[in-house]
């Protein structure tokens, strides 16, 4: 058992020896990397063509999204643009810290939920700052209340 014992220490100590070395030549640890690459990823403004000009609109304006087709509609306090992507698309472009896919055509900003209401089956309907429910999937219920642990 003492072998044991003393090879597992050796793998322990090996292991920080190493991560101290990587550490000190400027490597960054793999998961961390793949952080802030998918940080860096995440649009912060989005251009929306309106007739013969282009709107800027700041991720962080924006309350919820709502699936129209091929379409999204970026719903940003009174104001509503439509932009043509996917929800899929659109979804992989945003910071998942920030918004979360709460049904197949819904995505909101978790920073703009102001209550959550228990409905039938397990489903939620979420109030947004603004006063406008959002319906919660019961299979998505879990995962979007982990965000606020």
Known sequence: ????????????????????????????????????????????????????????????????????????TLHAGAAAHLLRQTMDEIEKQLDRRQFFRVHRSAIVNVDRVREIHPLFRGDCALVLADGRRIKLSRSRRKEFEALFR
């Open 1 to 72: 058992m003492i072998p044991q014992v003393h090879q597992r220490r050796e793998q322990i100590v090996a292991q920080y020896r190493h991560r101290v070395g990587a550490r000190r030549r400027g490597e960054v640890d793999n998961r961390i990397a793949e952080l802030l690459k998918e940080r860096d990823l995440s649009r912060t403004r989005f251009l929306i063509p309106v007739r013969d000009k282009t709107i800027v609109v700041e991720a962080a304006q924006i309350d919820w999204i709502e699936a129209s087709d091929y379409y999204v």
